[in-house]
């Protein structure tokens, strides 16, 4: 069973050595104990907040307490932090330390993993809209590899059927590329005309330039 220290609301003295006013006590038949005469001076505290340095402390902690707080809204006490030895806590920090360092490395082989894998991605792309498209200009063509295929941006690229090569996702990418660069698709937006209706009017263009990139 734990030791419980309890953090007062109220201004409390020790009913032993009667020093006061206290901030944490522990509860003895009722009555507040500092925690000088409860022999538990000697711990250090921990506020809660991170559970892995409070499972690792307590572990390493031959004596330890919980400190509880009455909530009065609740109507109940509710756990603060604990009390534990100097030295497990710095053991416990030491452990923590160690495996943050160890997450930062592995975050960062798994983010240069994914930026290789973003730079391959993106040349199989450019080289497949060049196989589809043999006219379009090759910084055309890797612009638009490199647009789509954005991590994370839930273009055209990063679909199933993007990421799959399959000819009609590609052939989505470069009309998209078309539709916004070489026609007044946007300015039409911008005059306020509804998007079904300016992909209508410019439809007759993409094809066009498209037409002529396919020879």
């Given amino acids: 069973m734990d030791l419980v220290v309890v953090e007062p609301l109220k201004d409390k003295h020790c009913a032993e050595c009667r020093r006061g006013p206290l901030t ?32 690792r402390a307590r572990e390493a902690s031959s004596l330890c307490a919980v400190v ?28 923590c330390l160690a495996d943050a360092d160890a997450r930062a490395r592995r975050r960062e082989r798994d983010a240069a993993r994914r930026a290789a894998e973003d730079v391959r991605f993106t040349a199989e792309l450019c080289a497949e809209i060049r196989r589809l498209f043999p006219g379009c200009p090759a910084e055309r063509a890797a612009g638009i590899a ?17 990421r799959s090569m399959e000819q009609e996702a590609v052939t989505a990418a470069v009309r998209a590329s078309v539709r916004h660069l070489d026609t007044p698709y946007d ?29």
């Fill in 68 to 95: 509880v707080r009455f909530h009065r809204r609740r109507g109940r006490y509710e756990r603060q932090g604990l009390l534990v030895e100097e030295a497990a806590l710095a053991r416990a920090e030491s452990a």
């Fill in 24 to 55: 944490l006590h522990v509860l003895e038949f009722r009555r507040p104990i500092c925690l000088d005469c409860a022999d538990l001076a000697h711990l250090v505290y921990l506020p809660r907040g991170s559970a892995a340095l409070t499972r």
């Fill in 187 to 215: 300015a039409l937006l911008m005059a306020g005309v509804s998007r079904h209706e300016a992909r209508a009017r410019v439809a007759s263009a993409i094809d066009a330039v498209l037409a002529s990139w396919c020879s």
């Fill in 146 to 162: 490199a647009h789509a295929s954005v991590r994370g941006s839930g273009r055209v690229g990063r679909t199933a059927a993007g």
